[in-house]
């Protein structure tokens, strides 16, 4: 029998480019379908259709042709915002409504890490920014997939703008996910292994806080 609880749950997954997230979302929520509950998989930026019009603004990269420029450091952070106040309103909370489980390829710790602390803008002005955007909705467990900077090298896809940022920019990345994990409850679970070995892993952690 099943020791998950029955009520709504909303789970977030994160971690630096190559930490292997997609994969474990989807394993994830795999299992927890498995054992009977109604998922919402789910993702940011660009899980709704103005999201994903957002996204290519972001991660796309500017349009070359017409001489536009990157976005500038708080341009990326509120856009980051508008997309999670539409992911939000238009599918998180109202999964969550309905008594639906929730989980999420990144939410608010990824632009704390990537905008407050890589792109410099600082973890207190961005999380002010987040709360706003999501109206305080906080998850009930963060996940970290830490990996080591050789291993994400290696699995970095570079097939965006921030992916395609230095190695220095992606080491700061990972260094910051380790040091505000510690700050802020989030729990850290080394993908450095086997896929199925993490997946494990994942699936312990969630039975034992979403236990009943």
């Given amino acids: 029998m099943s020791r998950l609880r029955e009520t709504a749950c909303f789970i977030v997954l994160e971690g630096a480019d190559g930490s292997g ?14 054992s009977g509950r109604t998922v919402v998989e789910t993702f940011e930026p660009g899980a709704t259709a103005l999201g994903s019009r957002i996204r290519a603004i972001v991660l796309d990269g500017p349009d070359e042709s017409v001489g536009a420029a990157s976005p500038a450091a708080i341009t990326e952070a509120l856009l ?3 997309d999670r106040a539409q992911h939000v309103a238009e599918v998180v909370r109202p999964a969550l409504s309905r008594g639906d ?6 939410f608010v710790p990824s632009s ?5 602390v890589a792109r410099g803008l600082g973890v207190d002005a961005v999380a002010e920014v987040s709360a706003w955007a999501t109206d305080g909705l906080e998850p009930d467990l963060i996940i970290v997939l830490d990996v080591a900077d050789a291993v994400a090298d290696t699995r970095r896809s570079q097939s965006d703008r921030l992916e395609r940022e230095g190695n220095e920019f992606h080491a700061a990345v990972r260094a910051a996910y380790r040091d505000l994990a510690r700050t802020r409850g989030w729990t850290v679970v080394d993908a450095n292994t086997d896929a199925e070995v993490v997946a494990d892993q994942v699936w312990s952690i969630v039975v034992e806080v979403a236990g009943v």
């Fill in 101 to 106: 489980w929730v989980v999420s390829d990144r």
């Fill in 21 to 34: 997230k997609s994969t474990q979302v989807t394993r994830l929520v795999e299992r927890l379908r498995g």
């Fill in 112 to 116: 704390l890490i990537y905008q407050g």
């Fill in 80 to 82: 980051m915002a508008a």
